[in-house]
């Protein structure tokens, strides 16, 4: 039979596309993946008076509401530059962290389109990460003005933020990818993400001075330093923050995270591609 | 085969099993090898389609029939691509497209960004998309309801719409999963015209229905699914006759 259906042009169903074409094949739907993410966001602030003023708003609070606490907390040891330091640390953090849970959540909350259309599947974790990705760009726009007002300077060092951001939208997509396919197979997998999301938000260094912590146990640095949430945070700080430095090392760490992570993240999705429909 | 007339489909021994937890909790879909069973909780396997073989040619459109839980939307599901097979292998010439009923694509969103985004998961840009929803809102009569968010929509508003978006092209190979039933007397005829159209322009259709009577009217070859088996396959009067037979015979 095999043979027969060969010898006419058939082609197997279900069966995994080959890489190279099945990227293809997603690469041409890439309008898909831009409509959905924009339509998602629509869609979730269409009930609210203020509507898209939340994509600023929202996370803006959230910063400064961590600025009042732990700035009150930490007192004098708080990090120089304190709000630029804090508002770059917590809105970079909450693009991983968006990637990484909207990314998990993305074929299992799309049942509808997945049972109802054939389409690469990769494009869900994608378009989870683009959204994270749009919302964070008027996060920018107000660090720029934050910048602007405490700092008073124009730096051409800002430019720096364009090839931070293709690494790091490279390394969203990879763990949304990663994320994706974990959640599918292991259901129970989603009710950890909080506590992970959590425990990362922790050793990243986003409201104090991880160096400060590292003076009093020197053996954690070497874990600290390869935490990839860290090396993103600290690098934007070296291209935004007076006081911090873009490194060699940083930009090292932040390219390899991101390559390794997103040539991971796709093939560990294509691999299982047959089974996201049987959910 | 000495036939020279050219395959379009070949289903070839065809195994779906589903392995449920009792409790309706299922494990992994169709695909799954190793589960380990416990002594407490028993898993139970649905044997939903057991072997079934067959080769559908060129400018046939084909009937599924048979009673509920026979398998057909199982069958479907694996002819195109969205699950696996537990054993066996289907082979097309192209992607087969499965229209089913079913939840909305994305219930918060209007009638209308369902369109645009439907239209581009099956690969059309965004301009074509644009110019196209007015042809396909008019297809699906929802010009009233298309701004609302398709959650809102009734079963019937919601399969018509989905069946617009999928009649907007036409498909090699097009699967009607009894989407149609549930659509008005007007959608059904504008429906099956379209339908009849794909099919004598060279597409293959397959139809399941339980309306004998639209199976008639556009089918040319039927297939009768039992219990997971294929009990017979041939031309509509005499399946249809024979399954028909066999209602009214398990019914007394």
Known sequence: MAQYAEANGLKRMGARPALLDYLKETFKRRDFAFAISAYTNEAANARTALGKWWLILLPTIQAATYGLIFGLILGDSRPQNFLPFLFTGVFLFSFFSGSFSSGASSITSNGGLVR???????????????????????????????LLVLQQTISISWLAVLPILILALLFASGLAMIAARLTVQVRDLSKLIPFVTRIVFYISGIFFSIERVLESVPALAPFIYLNPIYDFIELTRGALVVGHQMTGTLWLACSIWATVTFVTGVIFFWIAEERYGNE | MATSKKPVVVVDDVHVIYKVFPGGKRVGGARVKNVRISKKVKLREVHAVKGVSFTI??????????????????????????????????????????????????????????????????????????????AITDFAGLEEAIDLPMRTYSQGMSARLRFAIAAHRTHDILIIDEALAVGDKAFKNRSQARMIEMRDGAGTVFLVSHSMKSIKETCNRVLWLEKGDLRMDGDPDTVIAAYEKYVEDSAN
């Open chain 2, 57 to 134: 040619y060129e400018g046939e459109s084909v009937g599924i029939i048979g009673s509920n839980g026979s398998g057909k939307s199982s069958l479907m599901k694996v002819l195109a691509g969205i699950t696996q097979a537990t054993k066996g292998a289907v082979y097309a010439s192209s992607r087969p497209t499965l229209l089913g009923v079913g939840a909305a694509l994305m219930p918060n969103l209007s009638g209308e960004k369902n369109i645009l985004l439907g239209g581009m998961a099956l690969g059309f840009s965004r301009k074509d998309m644009e110019a196209s929803v007015e």
């Open chain 1, 116 to 146: 109802s259309l054939s389409f690469p599947r990769m494009l869900l974790p994608i378009a989870a990460v683009a959204r994270q990705f749009l919302n964070l760009l008027p996060q920018l726009g107000v660090l720029a003005v934050l």
